[in-house]
C-alpha cells in the first residue's frame, strides 16, 4: 500500500495541473521572417568543361634485368639519377664468362686449321685420283673431310659469337632517356638471369612528355556524337586528329602551367562502368609530374555562349534535386528546381530552371521555406566568372572545313610554358575509385 503522504502528493499535482489546463491559453510571440541575402542572377559567356579524374604515367617504363647469372661486381649509377640512353649501369664479375668465349675462340682456331688441312688434302688427292694413285674411296673420304671441317668451323664460330653474347650481357645499359629508381641489388650479391625468374635489378620511368589516363564516361560520348551529326559531320574521328586540349589540377589545387592534348582513346567501352579510357599527352620538362600520381582533368565540352550564373552557395541539395530559392514581388520565397552545368570559378552555370535578372538567396538559406516570406537585409552583385582561356577552346574538327570549304585548320594547342600560369581557385582531388 502506498503511503498517504505520498497519495496525497500525487493528488494536489493533478488539481494543479488540471487548473492550469482550464486556464486561458498561452500566445506564442509571432515568427518573423528569415533574414536573407539576395544577387541577382547574371548572364555571361562561358565555356563549360567537363571534369575527370585522371592519374599520371609514364610514356615509358623499362624493368632492368640481369640476362646471365653472376656475382654484382659493380653499380655505376646513384639513385635517383636521370641517365641517358646508352649509359652504363651495372657490371656483373665476367671472369667465368671470359673464360668461356676465350675457349669457344680457341676452338674455332681448331677447327680452322683442320679445315685447312682438309682442304690441302683434298687438292693434293685432286690430282691423283686421275692417275689412279688412290682410289674413289679414298678420294670421296677426303671431300666428306672438309665438308665435315666446314661445319665445325661454323659450329665453333656460332658457339663464340654465343659465348660473345653472354660476356656482353656482363655489362648492363641504359635502354631509354630517364629517372632511374634506386638500385635493388648491391656489389656482392648473386644475381640470377635467364628464363624462370631472372633478378629486377632497377627501372627506369622516361620523364618527359608523359602520359595522364582518364575515363571518359558514356553520355559525354553520346553528346559529341549527337552534336557532330547534328552538324551533318563525321562522327567517326579518332581522338589523335582532334587535338583536343585538356587542363591539369594537382592534388592541392595547383593549375599545371602546360596543357595537355588527347592523343588516345580506347577501342571500346568498359561495360561495367561504362566509360571509355582516354590518354592526354604533356610536357613535362621540369617532373611535376611523377607517375602515379592523381590529378583533375577539365576538359572543354563546347565553344563559348551565353550561360546564367548564380553563386555556389546559393544552391541547395534534396536527394539527388538541385535547387535555388528565388524573391518574388510579394516578398515571398520560390523554390525553383534547377539543372546545374560547370563550375566557373565561384559561379555555377544554370542550364534550366532560372532567368536572368531574378532575385536569388544566396545567404541564409537554413531557414528558408517554400512560399513563406522572407526579409532581405542585403542585395549584393554576383562576381563575374574567371576569363575564358582562349588555349582551352576545341579546335575546329576534321570533318569541319568539308561543311565550310574556306574554314582555316585549327592551330595545335601549344605545350610551351605559358608566359604567366593561369591560376584557379584551389579544389580537392577526388581519390580513384577502383
Known sequence: ?????????????????????????????????????????????????????GHVEAEQTVDVYAKISGYMDTVEFTDGDLVKAGELLFKIDPSTYQAEYDQAVANTNLYKSKYELAKTTLARNDKLVGSGA????????????????????????????????????????????????????????????????????????????????????????????????????????????????????????????????????????????????????????????????????????????EAILVPESSIGADQSDRYVYVVDEKGDAQRRQVTLGSKQGKDRVILTGLNEGEDVIVNGLLLVRPGKPVNVTDKTTMQDPPPIDERLLPPEMPGDAAADPKAEPAAEPSTEPAAEPMKEEKTDVEPAKS
Do not use: W
Open 134 to 305: 688412290i682410289s674413289q674411296e679414298l678420294y670421296d673420304q677426303s671431300v666428306a673431310a672438309v665438308n665435315e671441317a666446314d661445319a665445325a668451323v661454323k659450329a665453333a664460330e656460332a658457339d663464340a659469337v654465343a659465348k660473345k653474347v653472354n660476356l656482353d650481357y656482363c655489362t648492363i645499359y641504359a635502354a631509354i632517356d630517364g629517372r632511374i629508381d634506386r638500385t635493388y641489388v648491391t656489389k656482392g650479391n648473386l644475381v640470377h638471369g635467364g628464363a624462370g625468374s631472372p633478378t629486377l635489378l632497377t627501372t627506369i620511368v622516361s620523364v618527359s612528355p608523359t602520359y595522364v589516363y582518364f575515363d571518359v564516361d558514356e553520355r559525354a560520348l553520346l553528346k559529341f556524337t549527337e552534336e557532330r551529326v547534328a552538324k551533318q559531320l563525321s562522327r567517326h574521328v579518332p581522338l589523335r586528329d582532334r587535338k583536343i586540349p585538356v587542363q591539369i589540377t594537382l592534388a592541392d589545387g595547383t593549375v599545371y602551367p602546360q596543357l595537355g592534348v588527347v592523343d588516345f582513346g580506347s577501342n571500346q567501352l568498359d561495360a561495367g562502368t561504362g566509360t571509355i579510357t582516354v590518354r592526354a599527352v604533356v610536357a613535362n620538362a621540369d617532373e611535376m609530374l611523377a607517375p602515379g600520381m592523381f590529378v583533375r582533368i577539365k576538359v572543354t565540352s563546347n565553344r563559348p555562349k
Open 1 to 53: 500500500m502506498r503511503p498517504a503522504s505520498l497519495t496525497s502528493s500525487l493528488s494536489t499535482s493533478l488539481l494543479i495541473l488540471l487548473a492550469i489546463g482550464c486556464g486561458p491559453g498561452i500566445e506564442l510571440p509571432p515568427t518573423l521572417p528569415p533574414e536573407v541575402t539576395t544577387a541577382k542572377a547574371i548572364k555571361r559567356e562561358v565555356v563549360e568543361f567537363d571534369e575527370y579524374t
